[in-house]
Structure formats: C-alpha cells, structure tokens
C-alpha cells in the first residue's frame, strides 16, 4: 500500500523551531518530487517546499526561505521538513505529497498524507 505519513507538528512559540517528517511506505521516495504544502483555516492549500527526485534540488515559497529547510535521507525513505524561526502566520496543517517534478502544479502531485498541525503561538 502506498501512503505518505506526516508527524513531527505541535504547539510552538514564535520564534520557535520544529522538524516535520514525512516517511513513506510501499514506494522508494527517491523516485519522486516530494513537496510540502500547508493550509490554514479558511485559506486555499498553498506549496511551501519542494526536493526534487533528479539532483535533490530544493525549492521554497518566498514565506518560508530562509527559514525553513527541506531535506531527504533516503536510507530512511523519508523526507523532512525544519522549519526555524516560525511565525503564527506559519499555522496551518501541513502536508507532503508526490509528484511528477517541483514545477508541476499542485493539482499533480498526490499520495497525500492525513496532515500535521502545526500552531504557531505564545
């Protein structure tokens, strides 16, 4: 069974840090784009990062860059997510899926996974 599983979310404080991860089971991650994608409470899904299958490029929305880091051990088959400096506007449940390439579209990438709240505040 394919599955993407999200852990790592919680309760921070501004200016906190936390490490997402996302491992995968019944499919090697290396073969894929991975992204991260986040949705707040009445607010569209939005893609925060993204490494990609090829070269392990690495891409970031312009909310997060310098912030957040994106990186993938393949031995575990998980990819993972530190995000630093964490704001209460970084507040969302965040997500990771597979896809074709980092410039795909969202509406491309899929095995989703159920999410992982992330709260941002003091």
């Known amino acids: 069974q394919v599955q993407l599983v999200e852990s790592g979310g919680g309760l921070v404080q501004p200016g906190g840090s936390l490490r997402l991860s996302c491992a995968a089971s019944?499919?090697?991650?290396?073969?894929?784009?991975i992204g991260w994608f986040r949705q707040a409470p009445g607010k569209e899904r939005e893609g925060v990062s993204c490494i990609s299958s090829s070269d392990d490029s690495t891409y970031y929305a312009d909310s997060v860059k310098g912030r957040f880091t994106i990186s993938r051990d393949n031995d575990k088959n998980t990819v993972y997510l530190q995000m630093n400096s964490l704001k209460p506007e970084d507040t969302a449940v965040y997500y990771c899926a597979t896809g074709p390439r980092c410039t795909s579209p969202g509406g491309d990438f899929g095995s989703w996974g159920q999410g992982t709240q992330v709260t941002v505040s003091s």
């Open positions: 019944g499919f090697t991650l290396d073969y894929y784009a």
